[in-house]
C-alpha cells in the first residue's frame, strides 16, 4: 500500500512570508501527527489531528498551525516565517496511539 | 518535561559484530516507546514499538527492551550488517502520538 507522502519536497522562503504543507497518511489512518527536525533541537512534536481534531499539541508559538480534512488529508501552516524555521518538516499517521507510526520523508524548508 | 537521552551518540562496529545502543528517559509514566532508523536525508523507519506494559519486542535480528521503572530501553542488534548503518533513535510518548525522541545514535558498520 501506498506510503504517507509530503508535498512539496523543498520549499524555500523569505523572511516573514507565510508556507502550507501538505500530508496524505496511510489509506485507512485517521491520525496524522507533525515533527520538526533541527540539527540543534532534534526532533520536536508540533501537533496531531485525529478525525479533524487537534489532540495535542506541542511547545511551538503560534505561528505554527495545521489542520485536518474529512479525508484524513492534513496540512500545517507557518505563517510569519522566521530564519529559525527553517528544517524538515516530518508528517506521521497511524490508525490509533497504540499503533506503529509511519513516517514520510518529510518537507526542506529553506528560509532566507 | 520528559527528557530522552541516547548514549552513545556514535558508533562504529566491524561487520558481524553484535551490538546495544542505549536510550534513557527522566519520566517513567510512559504510554509506549519506539525504536526507529533514519537515513540520510530520509523521513523515519519505525523498527519495534513496546507498550507500557510489554517488556520487550522482537523483529528479526533486532530485540528492543523496556525497563519503565528505571527509565530505559535497549535496542539489541545482532549480527550486525553494512546495511544497518543509520542513525537511531528512541522516543517515548506520555500520551497518544505525541512523541519525545533522543537525540540519536549514529552507527557506522565496516565491512
Known amino acids: 500500500k501506498a506510503g504517507v507522502t509530503q508535498t512539496p519536497r523543498y520549499l524555500i522562503k523569505t523572511r516573514g512570508q507565510q508556507v502550507t504543507l501538505s500530508c496524505s497518511p496511510i489509506?485507512?489512518?485517521?491520525?496524522v501527527s507533525w515533527y520538526q527536525q533541527t540539527p540543534g533541537q532534534g526532533l520536536q512534536f508540533l501537533f496531531e489531528y485525529f478525525s479533524e481534531t487537534q489532540r495535542n499539541k506541542g511547545n511551538f508559538p503560534g505561528r505554527f498551525s495545521g489542520r485536518q480534512f474529512s479525508n484524513s488529508r492534513s496540512e500545517m501552516n507557518v505563517s510569519t516565517l522566521e530564519l529559525g524555521d527553517s528544517a524538515l518538516y516530518l508528517c506521521?499517521?497511524?490508525?490509533?496511539?497504540?499503533?506503529?507510526?509511519?513516517f514520510g520523508p518529510g518537507t526542506r524548508l529553506t528560509v532566507l | 518535561k520528559q527528557e530522552v537521552t541516547q548514549i552513545p551518540a556514535a558508533l562504529s562496529v566491524p561487520e558481524g559484530e553484535n551490538l546495544v545502543l542505549n536510550c534513557s528517559f527522566t519520566d517513567s509514566a510512559i504510554y509506549n516507546l519506539q525504536w526507529f532508523r533514519q537515513d540520510p536525508g530520509k523521513g523515519l523507519t519505525s523498527l519495534l514499538l513496546i507498550q507500557s506494559s510489554q517488556r520487550e519486542q522482537t523483529s528479526g535480528r533486532l530485540n528492543a527492551s523496556l525497563d519503565k521503572s528505571s527509565g530505559r530501553s535497549t535496542l539489541y542488534i545482532a549480527a550486525s550488517q553494512p546495511g544497518d548503518s543509520a542513525t537511531y533513535l528512541c522516543?517515548?510518548?506520555?500520551?497518544?502520538?505525541?512523541?519525545?525522541f533522543g537525540t540519536g545514535t549514529s552507527l557506522t558498520v565496516i565491512p
Open positions: 489509506s485507512g489512518h485517521r491520525s
Open positions: 506521521a499517521s497511524n490508525r490509533h496511539s497504540t499503533d506503529t507510526q509511519y
Open positions: 522516543a517515548v510518548s506520555r500520551t497518544g502520538n505525541q512523541f519525545y
